[in-house]
Structures are given as structure tokens and as C-alpha cells.
């Protein structure tokens, strides 16, 4: 009984350090670090997407809303595109040269739930943090806040009160 047990246990933990979470399908996103190497060469903005396997909010956002055919569009010309498995043991090199886990970069973000989108600058300065589920014009608006330099005068509250949809 013992035995069985702990090849259960052996099984499960190797299970779970092979499964890792995937971005949505049909989008061009890099691991972090080569994310922004290229948004630093070529001075776009990033869009960084810390997702889970398992997780239902990230599967509903991508089914839903990254399955747009217009967003998938807008997304690939305004922004680097990054992926962050929020619990992967995946090593990533900072422009620093320091080596960290994407779980590590998670907490540095105070990423603790999944999913959270950012915004950063080409240099990794965060811009917006959006944290849940969120629909196609969520993702618009978030575009026109971002790309429209709005973020540099007032709240992303502000901007959607005096500029709706």
C-alpha cells in the first residue's frame, strides 16, 4: 500500500512539472527575456500575459476574446508579444544578465492570481496591470489608453469616463 502510494505521488509530481500552460494559439508571444530584447530593438511596447495551466479565467479569455481575428491583428502590430507560465521553473535572462524563474519575474510584478495582462514600456516599465477575465473591447480600450500615450496624463478610469467605447 505504501509502495502504491508513493508512485502515485512520484507520478502526479512529475505530471505537474511537465504540464505547462500555453498562450493562446495563433499569436507570435516570446518567453519574457526574448520579449524584451526585441521590444528594446525595436522600441514597441510590450504586452505581457502571466497565464497558468489549469487556470479557467485564462482559457475562457482565450476562447472568448483572444480568438478575435481583429484583436489578434491590433495586438501583433502595436506590441511585443510575452507569455508568462505564472508557475513555470523556466529560467529567463534579465538585460541585467541575472537569471530568475518565471515564477520568480511573477513575484517581482506582484503577479499572485492568473491572468494578469501588462503594459510595459520597451525598457520593462509597467504601464497598465490589468488583472481577470477580459472581453475584446476590454482589450480595444486597453489599446487605445496604451497606444494613444493616455497613460502619461491621466487614469486609465479617467481616460475611459472621458473616452467610452
Not at 44 to 63: E, M, P, Q, S, V
Not at 114 to 128: K, N, S, W
Request: net charge positive; with cysteine; aromatic share 14%.
Amino acid at each position: 500500500m505504501k509502495t502504491t502510494t508513493r508512485l502515485f505521488a512520484l507520478a502526479a509530481l512529475l505530471l505537474t512539472t511537465l504540464v505547462h500552460a500555453d498562450p493562446p494559439s495563433g499569436y507570435a508571444f516570446l518567453p519574457y527575456d526574448q520579449g524584451l530584447r526585441q521590444a528594446q530593438a525595436s522600441g514597441k511596447k510590450i504586452f505581457l500575459y502571466f497565464g497558468r495551466y489549469g487556470c479557467a479565467w485564462c482559457d475562457k479569455t482565450n476562447k472568448e476574446s483572444f480568438s478575435d481575428a481583429g484583436l489578434k491583428q491590433l495586438y501583433s502590430a502595436n506590441y511585443v508579444l510575452v507569455y508568462v507560465d505564472a508557475e513555470s521553473g523556466t529560467r529567463l535572462s534579465l538585460p541585467s544578465g541575472e537569471r530568475i524563474t518565471e515564477m520568480e519575474l511573477g513575484a517581482r510584478l506582484n503577479v499572485f492570481a492568473t491572468p494578469v495582462f501588462l503594459y510595459l514600456e520597451p525598457d520593462g516599465t509597467t504601464i497598465l496591470k490589468v488583472p481577470g477575465f477580459k472581453t475584446v473591447q476590454d482589450f480595444r480600450d486597453f489599446d487605445r489608453y496604451v497606444s494613444g500615450g493616455h497613460y502619461r496624463k491621466m487614469k486609465l478610469l479617467e481616460f475611459l469616463a472621458e473616452n467610452p467605447s
